[in-house]
């Protein structure tokens, strides 16, 4: 059954406002407010559509309670709370994606060419000048398990035979040239397609990576980031944050107070390592 909005106040003007469907026929006005029929408009974007459901339906529903929005059948109220929504969610998607061809991609997976995918992707070729720097990190703290959250396709830069590496990532599309990477180069390792905000239970590891992904969490940033950090089981974090704004420009203060005011209060030790591109927190966290 349809999750529909429920809770939704309806204000019926004018049924002759109601979209027509692809083929022709008139979208009931029941069907036009379900949460399964906005999801669907909103995925269908090439750089969205491979976004899972979840994440969609949560960024939708905190939309409506922030804005106090009373839904109506009205076009134009329709099509303002789909943009919108799709303008969020492209921090999640679009800024990590390369928008180089799909099928050079595939063509450059037959060949075993992960290198050259690397410099496809958005955020990984930006990350290429400081990989050197994280693979030593890594190996001085003697690891052998890695969890990857917001993982994009770092595991072709850090993941090794000799460490388990649990994937997790909202974008199928990565997960898949992941899993193949895994599987051609003998690598111990899960790839799971699951939002971290949603997501409670997490395996327990050495090492926790979460690059560049806290400061696009939303309203509730700071207290996913403190849920994160107190029950995720791992010895280490390695969380990074963006020294330049989306447009390029370097930020006044790159450094960010908000997540250190956590660590600090709850008495994490942490060294904090400017690099090229990202400013990155070695977090150390004692387990019992």
Known sequence: ???????????????????????????????????????????????????????????????????????????????????????????????????????????????????????????????????????????????????????GLNPLAIASPETKYYAYDIKEEDLNIVREFFKKEGIKGEVHNKDIRLTENFPKVDLCIIFKVLDILGDNRNETTRRLLTTIQSNFFLISFATRTLSGKPMNSPYRRWFEKILNELKYPYEVKRMKQEVVYIISKCLN
């Open 1 to 151: 059954m349809s999750k529909c909005l429920e809770t939704a106040h309806f204000s019926v003007r004018n049924t002759s406002s109601i979209p027509k469907s692809s083929t022709n026929q008139t979208t009931s006005f029941k069907e036009w407010w379900c949460i399964d029929f906005l999801i669907k408009e909103i995925k269908h974007k090439p750089e969205l559509k491979d976004l899972p459901d979840s994440l969609v339906e949560k960024t939708l529903n905190e939309y409506l309670l922030k804005h106090k929005i009373s839904l109506s059948n009205s076009i134009k109220e329709r099509k303002i709370i789909i943009k919108e929504i799709r303008a969020e969610l492209r921090r999640y998607a679009g800024q990590y994606v390369s928008k180089s061809g799909i099928k050079k991609r595939e063509e450059l997976i037959k060949e075993g060419r992960f290198s050259d995918i690397l410099n496809q992707h958005a955020s990984t070729r930006e990350r290429s000048i400081d990989y050197e720097e994280i693979k030593s990190i890594i190996k001085n703290l003697n690891l052998k398990s890695i969890l990857d959250l917001g993982c």
